[in-house]
C-alpha cells in the first residue's frame, strides 16, 4: 500500500476489469478504506465522490464483484482490479459502463451493447 | 463531445486498451485539444499535468498508439480507449503499466510481467 499515491482528495481510481474475457466494465474512486476492504473481503468497494460515502459494489442491486487480482500502475496512481462480474456492472443495465462510443469516420455516437436488464427491475423507483 | 464531463481542471481520465487481446495498458489524463488531436489523427494524445503540456504519445520513443475506438462511460466522466500499441506502454519498458499486484493471499507486491526493453537505449539519459 505503501507504494501507492491517493490523491488531496485521499482517492485513487480503480478501473474493474472482467477477469474472464478483458472487457473494461467500469472506473470508480477508492479510498484507503475501501481498498483495506477490497483486499479483505474479496469484493470490490469504493468512495463515491457525489454520495461522499464507502460502498460495496452490488449492494442494491446484488451485482457484486469478486476479485480475482488487484494490480497497480508504474507511477501508483492508478489501480487495476481484475473481477468476476455477477450479471452486469452498469446502472444502466448494460455490462460495462462504456457501452457508447464516437464512430471512428463519423464521430457519431452509437451504442455498441445492449443493456441486459431494466434497470428499473432491479433498483428503487426514483434512480 | 457534448455528452463528455471534464473535470474541474479540464480533464478527463483515458483507459487505454490493447484492441486486440485486451490488457489494459495505461491511464492518463485528456483535455479537450488531445481528444480532439487524438480523434482528428488516430494516434492517442494526452495532457501531462506534471509537465502541464500536450503530448503524443509515443513522440519520443515512437512507441505510438494507433487508436481502434474511442468509447465513454454512462456518466460520460472516462474514456475507454481502444488501440494499436507500438512495442510498449510504460516508459519502464513494460507493455503495460500494471506490471505489479498486491498477491491475493499474502498482500505481497510481485512483477506479473518483465520488460520489453531497457528504458536507457529508448529514452535519453536522465529519464
Same mark, same amino acid.
Given at each position: 500500500?505503501?507504494? $501507492? @499515491?491517493?490523491?488531496?482528495?485521499?482517492? *485513487?481510481? #480503480? *478501473?474493474?476489469?472482467? #477477469?474472464?474475457?478483458?472487457?473494461?466494465?467500469?472506473?470508480?474512486?477508492?479510498?484507503? /478504506?475501501?481498498?483495506?476492504?477490497? $483486499?479483505?473481503?474479496?469484493?470490490? &468497494?469504493?468512495?463515491?465522490?457525489?454520495?461522499?460515502?464507502?460502498?460495496?459494489?452490488? /449492494? /442494491?442491486?446484488? &451485482?457484486?464483484?469478486?476479485?480475482?487480482?488487484?494490480?497497480?500502475?508504474?507511477?501508483?496512481?492508478?489501480?487495476?482490479? @481484475?473481477?468476476?462480474? /455477477?450479471? #452486469?456492472?452498469? %446502472?444502466?443495465? %448494460?455490462?460495462?459502463?462504456?457501452?457508447? @462510443?464516437? %464512430?471512428?469516420?463519423?464521430?457519431? *455516437?452509437?451504442?455498441?451493447?445492449?443493456?441486459?436488464?431494466?434497470?428499473?427491475?432491479?433498483?428503487?423507483?426514483?434512480?
Amino acid at each position: 500500500m505503501r507504494d $501507492l @499515491r491517493f490523491d488531496e482528495r485521499g482517492l *485513487i481510481p #480503480a *478501473i474493474v476489469q472482467d #477477469a474472464q474475457n478483458g472487457q473494461v466494465l467500469m472506473m470508480a474512486y477508492m479510498n484507503q /478504506e475501501s481498498l483495506k476492504q477490497t $483486499l479483505l473481503t474479496g469484493f470490490t &468497494h469504493f468512495f463515491s465522490r457525489s454520495r461522499n460515502r464507502f460502498w460495496k459494489k452490488g /449492494e /442494491e442491486s446484488g &451485482h457484486v464483484q469478486q476479485v480475482k487480482e488487484v494490480l497497480y500502475d508504474c507511477d501508483g496512481d492508478t489501480l487495476l482490479v @481484475r473481477v468476476e462480474q /455477477e450479471v #452486469a456492472a452498469c %446502472h444502466t443495465g %448494460h455490462r460495462s459502463c462504456f457501452f457508447r @462510443r464516437f %464512430h471512428p469516420s463519423s464521430g457519431q *455516437i452509437e451504442e455498441v451493447e445492449p443493456p441486459l436488464f431494466d434497470p428499473r427491475d432491479v433498483y428503487g423507483k426514483g434512480k
